[in-house]
Each structure stands twice: as C-alpha cells, then as structure tokens.
C-alpha cells in the first residue's frame, strides 16, 4: 500500500488529503480519507514544516499505517544540500523512521539541487522535483516517472490534488 498526501489552506481550517492506493502502476485509489484541522499556525517563512506537519499528522492518526510500502508528500525531503529537513524529512523523522518518504515537487529550491532527482513526465517540459528519505532518490523518482498517467503529475496525485481543493 502506498500513501500520498496533501493539505490545501482554506481561511479558517486545513483540509488534509489521504489518498491510499496499491502499487506504483495503480489507476484508481482504494480508500481515501479527509481530516479538517481547525486551529492551523501562521506559516512561517523557512519553517513552513511547522504548518503543516500537525495537519498531516492529526489526520495519520485516523488511519492505520502498517503496510505502507511508502509515503509521498508534496513537497521537499531537504531544504539544501546539506540535509536540512524540509516537511518530508519532518515527517520522517516524526513517524519514527518507519516508512520511506518521497517528496515531490512541481518547483525546486536552489540550495538543494543534490538532493533531488528531476524527471519529465509525459510531453512537459518542466520537471517534477523527486527526493526521498528511507530510499535512494533514484529509485523514488523512478517510481514517480512510472505511476499511472499521461501528463506531468501521475493520475492520482493530481486526483488527489483535486480533491484536497474540494469545497
């Protein structure tokens, strides 16, 4: 079973977005799970971890976890090349290294160029930012580059974007 996950920013909650489904060539998700957190922190520049890490882990707590083969995020793993955690690395760290994390993002920071992998996917020119904690960053964006899906973002994140942006 793989997770990915998201949290769109209404004005006064978070929608959290579980997307479960069950290996890398899926179609179609086989459970989905909304958590609403209302008191949701300021974002803090450099810190935007600190927003979105209790988000993501009030709504893990609605769900059991034990046979995730891996967890996709949207975002970073690292923040630079020197292995400053990014929310990925956070949440890594906040499941107790228990699961591979792969981040991927639809922008890059220059500071952490060396630990991403950038791939193209369908007929984009613009790449997808791969990153991952728990496994190689090659094999992560291999996975991603592969999933299910035409277009630059794989099927089901784009789903699951979709649905986190649901009224």
Not at 59 to 76: K, Q, S, W
Request: negative net charge; aromatic residues 10%; charged residues 25%.
């Amino acid at each position: 079973m793989i997770l990915t996950i998201d949290v769109h920013y209404k004005t006064d909650y978070a929608k959290t977005v579980l997307l479960f489904f069950e290996n890398w060539q899926s179609e179609t998700p086989c459970n989905v799970v909304t958590h609403i957190t209302k008191d949701v922190m300021e974002y803090e520049p450099g810190s935007f971890y600190k927003r979105e890490l209790p988000c993501i882990m009030n709504a893990l707590e609605e769900v059991a976890l034990e046979d995730l083969e891996a967890i996709i995020i949207d975002g970073h793993i690292y923040v630079d090349n020197e292995g400053k955690y990014g929310l990925g690395g956070h949440l890594y760290e906040a499941l107790d290294k228990k699961f591979p994390i792969i981040g991927m993002a639809k922008t890059s920071f220059q500071s952490n160029k060396e630990t991403v992998v950038e791939i193209l996917r369908g007929e984009s020119k613009n790449p997808l930012f791969v990153s991952a904690i728990g496994l190689e960053k090659e094999v992560a964006a291999n996975y991603i580059k592969n999933m299910f899906g035409d277009y630059r973002l794989p099927y089901l994140l784009k789903l699951m974007d979709q649905i986190t942006k649901e009224e």
